[in-house]
């Protein structure tokens, strides 16, 4: 039987096929350091759990609101009012199975056949294959590190057409953990809302800044912007609860309501319980969040130390929880690109990474370091080794 035409350009997502293989190689006994994964290697924080535990024995086993139960989305909007100023209402909200499925849900909604959307790369994985999956098209526009992996408002001027629907923005970012300031944000919106285009703002990575950083959504830079960005977000990376599976998406009513219509006919709601947790996280103590964050900057510090022993270049990651070194002086040779890198990384050093190719930055690759100490310290020892080899 031939499968559907829209999924032929389609690979699976390259972080959760290399997490896969590693997870699958260690089950066989190989002694592999995964640094693929971007998920947080705490627990859940136990009153948060605790929430979910209560959900279930208080008897809430069945259905809620497709878009997510009343008290979830009140959390959001306590959530917004309290980081970022912004006032929704209930029907601005909707919870979802996951960030990813809020842009895959809102991509749904709001593209289709002749849309472009424009992403700044290097991007999340993800992202292309969301727009095509809409049957749009993504415009990729190129950037390097020396404006720090950011699209500038003449980049995004060029690439936007009559077909734009809308522009990605993903700060603090994942591969590169780069962070736009308010200023440079507000000149991207300044460009881009000279057309009648939405901004997704992907705020996954939020809460996980450092180097005294200021998180800034583009929603909240003017009162009229909450109406022309979107906002996408989770409890996952800032909460430890990756598997949890709870998103929300805010933004206009209209767009929050098709978005709604699509997850009540694909999904229902997300998880009972589990939507019961996200309100704890979101309503109780954030000392948690600050705990782990502290951690991950120790741990960002401590790869960026050790990255210095190979031949790569680097610039320090200011958010989030990955480092995207410029691996092209080991390309050309015997090894031809990040992909071809990254397997014999992990054949030979028995490393888990991601090729830059994936996030559509071919010469870098991705490492994760939300991983213990003596992990980062072990893969980056097995990676000189290798790398040696290579000279
Ligand atoms: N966002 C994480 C990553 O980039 C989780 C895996 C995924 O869904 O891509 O590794």
């Excluded at 306590?78 to 991509?107: E, N, W």
């Excluded at 522009?167 to 970012?173: A, E, G, K, L, Q």
Aim: hydrophobic share 40%.
């Amino acid at each position: 039987m031939e499968l559907a035409a829209r999924l032929k350009p389609i690979k699976p997502s390259a972080t959760l096929a290399i997490s896969a293989k590693a997870k699958e190689m260690k089950a066989q006994g190989i002694d592999v350091v995964s640094l693929s994964a971007g998920e947080p290697d705490f627990p859940t924080p136990e009153h948060i759990c605790e929430a979910a535990i209560k959900a279930i024995r208080d008897g809430h086993h069945g259905y809620t609101a497709a878009d997510g139960m009343p008290e979830l989305k009140e959390a959001v909007i306590r959530k917004y009012r309290r980081d970022s100023g912004l006032d929704y209402t209930p029907a601005q909200v909707v919870a979802t199975c996951g960030g990813k499925h809020a842009i895959y849900s809102l991509a749904q909604a709001t593209l289709g056949p002749g849309d472009e959307v424009i992403i700044p790369a290097p991007y999340w994985v993800s992202y292309p294959p969301i727009v095509m999956l809409a049957g749009a098209t993504p415009v990729i526009v190129q950037t390097d590190r020396g404006s720090g992996f950011k699209m500038s408002p003449d980049q995004l001027r060029e690439a936007l057409s009559d077909r734009t629907k809308a522009i990605i923005i993903n700060s603090p970012s994942n591969p590169t953990g780069g962070i736009y300031t308010k200023e440079e944000l507000a000149a991207l919106a300044e460009a881009a809302f000279e057309r009648d285009v939405l901004i997704w703002t992907d705020d996954i990575y939020e809460k996980l800044v450092f180097e005294g950083q200021q998180f800034h959504t583009v929603a909240a830079l003017k009162p009229e912007y909450k109406d022309r960005v979107v906002i996408l977000n989770g409890v996952a990376k800032t909460y430890a609860m990756t598997g949890w599976r709870i998103g929300f998406l805010t933004g206009p009513e209209n767009v929050a309501r098709a978005v709604a219509k699509i997850q009540s006919q694909s999904t229902s709601n997300p998880c009972t319980p589990a939507q019961f947790a996200a309100v704890a996280a979101l309503d109780g103590t954030q000392e948690p969040v600050e705990e782990m964050r502290r951690a991950f900057d120790r741990r960002r510090l401590l790869i960026m130390e050790l990255l210095g022993k190979l031949n790569v270049t680097v610039d320090p990651p200011l958010g989030a929880f990955y480092v995207f070194p410029d691996f092209s002086a080991y390309l050309g040779g015997r090894i031809k690109d990040s992909a071809g890198l990254c397997a014999y990384l992990l054949d030979q050093a028995k490393v888990a990474s991601v090729p830059g190719v994936a996030f559509g930055s071919e010469g870098y690759v991705r490492f994760s370091y939300a991983t213990s100490d003596e992990n980062i310290e072990e893969a980056v020892a097995r990676l000189e080794k290798s790398l040696a080899n290579l000279g």
